[in-house]
């Protein structure tokens, strides 16, 4: 059996794997979608089966450290879509994203708390207007416990630093970088590059594309690399 396992990352929620899903199963994998619960979704952390003889896993952004160690450790290939190792680097751009993250954590809870996620997700779509994402419930259904998860996770966000526990070193990677992301810095795109250099990977930079790189035209590019690498 083919197996996806798939996680969104900060702000996202489930849904916004269906058409990836589509995609996927009509090449005859199996789908299971992470769900953080930040939009009053039950949390689910998928497993594979012992059935599965091939495993990918697919993460966008935060995502990538949001699975379990057992689940890293068992992947056969990971896609990293606008993924990092540290979301926050050294230097002039990492302190930049420390108060970015501080007055993000701040504004939770507060009147301004749907125009800070508003503006976030504006950036998560840009150069692309965020109509084109699909619509996203923690704007609509956010709850006291989403909000703990989002504020938690931005606590992680200013705290990772190396790839994951659980990491796979011999899974073959394929990673997907935007080159207009208004939300992972260059420091933070190259770091993860580094992270990498001693294992089997590819990258793909889209000149075109931002931080949402959960579209149909990634799609297409993402099984070609699947299926041409069995």
């Known amino acids: 059996m083919k197996h996806v396992i ?34 009053g979704e039950p949390c689910l952390q998928p497993i594979w089966s012992q059935q599965d003889q091939q495993r990918l896993i697919i993460c966008h952004s935060l995502g990538l ?7 890293l450790a068992a992947a056969e ?7 990092f190792t540290a979301f926050v680097p050294p230097g002039g751009s990492g302190r930049r994203q420390a108060r970015a993250l501080r007055g993000m954590a701040e504004r939770l809870g507060t009147p301004e708390e749907g125009a800070m996620l508003r503006t976030f997700l504006d950036r998560c779509a840009s150069p692309m207007p965020a109509t084109a994402l699909p619509p996203h419930p923690v704007l609509t259904q956010l709850d006291d416990s989403g ?3 989002l504020r938690n996770d931005l606590t992680l966000l200013s ?5 994951p526990d659980g990491w796979p ?21 190259n770091l993860l590059l580094t992270a990498l250099r001693n294992q089997r990977n590819e990258l793909i930079r889209l000149p075109e594309h931002g931080h949402a790189l959960i579209t149909t035209a990634v799609l297409k590019t993402v099984l070609d690399w699947v299926e041409a690498r069995p």
């Open 169 to 189: 070193q011999l899974a073959r990677v394929l990673v997907v970088q935007g080159e207009q992301d208004a939300i992972v810095c260059p420091e933070s795109q």
């Open 65 to 71: 450290h949001l699975l379990s160690p057992s689940t």
């Open 77 to 83: 290939a990971i896609v990293i879509l606008g993924g």
């Open 159 to 163: 705290h990772c630093s190396d790839l």
């Open 6 to 39: 798939a996680a969104h990352g900060w702000a996202g929620d489930a849904s916004v794997w269906k058409a990836w899903q589509r995609g996927f199963e009509a090449q005859g994998w199996q789908w299971q979608s992470a769900e953080r619960g930040y939009g």
């Open 147 to 149: 909000r703990e998860r």
